[in-house]
């Protein structure tokens, strides 16, 4: 198993947050988490990612083999990890050309320009990073440097929200690639437009008060929570599946 998370709480400001979760998830996987705002998706992403405004206040993240609950996050991008942000913060100053140039330095380009291509990028290169991009620039742009790092596993927050149709198929196309080279994906969502894109999803778990409260087949999860939302949804799916944890 690449990801085993286990009975992982975490905490900002002593609250917690995310509460007791468990997720395993496999080499060239995508898992798919809903829920509702402020259930915890993006804290579950940033505790991944190790990001130091949140501690680990229960549980065991493993990696790759590695206990990795107590590393840093430059250390957790080094072993494979990346993350593109729900609110990608705007960098004057830094050409996003010069970090894309950086993160290459580093992996290598391989199939760089495929990649640019791919999410049509482009043309944003000698800009500042992310300053005045439009909604669904930034997250064309964020994925495009999690893509040049070639991860393991790539953590996107909410890579679909407020991009338009055709840049839903890019992004879409850019998760279909990041899996056909062997990288995980956990992939945050509101929306079914960017699931019906993709040929396979593992799982949907969904996420309600910080702990997962059903998983599932996206066939079977997607179209209850659609028609009677999460409340109501969940106990359709528990009363029709037994699949639910
Ligand atoms: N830095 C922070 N300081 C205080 N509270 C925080 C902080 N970050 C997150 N929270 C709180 O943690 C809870 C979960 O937030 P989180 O961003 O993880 O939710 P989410 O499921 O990603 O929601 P959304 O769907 O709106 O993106 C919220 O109540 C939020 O206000
Ligand atoms: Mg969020």
Do not use: W
Not at 4 to 12: H, K, N, P, Q
Not at 95 to 105: G, L, V, Y
Not at 214 to 229: A, H, R, S, T
């Amino acid at each position: 198993m690449l990801l085993e998370i286990r009975e992982l709480s975490s905490c900002i400001n002593d609250k917690v947050i995310v509460n007791k979760v468990n997720l395993s998830v496999d080499r060239g996987e995508i898992h798919v988490i809903m829920g509702p705002n402020g259930s915890g998706k993006s804290t579950l992403l940033s505790t991944i990612m190790g990001l130091p405004h949140i501690r680990v206040c229960n549980g065991r993240i493993l990696f790759d083999g590695l206990d990795i609950t107590d590393k840093p996050s430059y250390e957790r991008a080094k072993l494979g990890i990346a993350l593109a942000h729900q609110y990608p913060p705007e960098i004057k100053g830094v050409k996003f050309s010069d970090i894309a140039k950086a993160i290459i330095s580093k992996y290598g380009c391989g199939d760089c320009s495929l990649m640019a291509r791919i999410l049509r990028v482009d043309e944003l290169l000698d800009r500042d990073l992310f300053v005045g991009f439009s909604g669904g620039e930034k997250k064309r742009s964020e994925l495009y440097l999690v893509m040049l790092q070639s991860p393991k596993l790539a953590l996107l927050d909410e890579p679909d929200s407020g991009v338009d149709v055709e840049s839903i198929e890019y992004i879409a196309n850019a998760i279909e690639y990041l899996r056909s080279r062997g990288t995980a994906v956990i992939l945050v969502t509101h929306t079914g437009m960017i699931t019906n894109k993709l040929s396979r999803i593992n799982r949907i778990h969904i996420m309600i008060n910080g702990t997962i409260k059903y998983n599932g087949y996206p066939d079977e999860v997607l179209p209850v929570i659609m028609k009677f939302g999460y409340s109501r949804g969940l106990e359709v799916l528990n009363r029709t599946f037994k699949g639910g944890i």
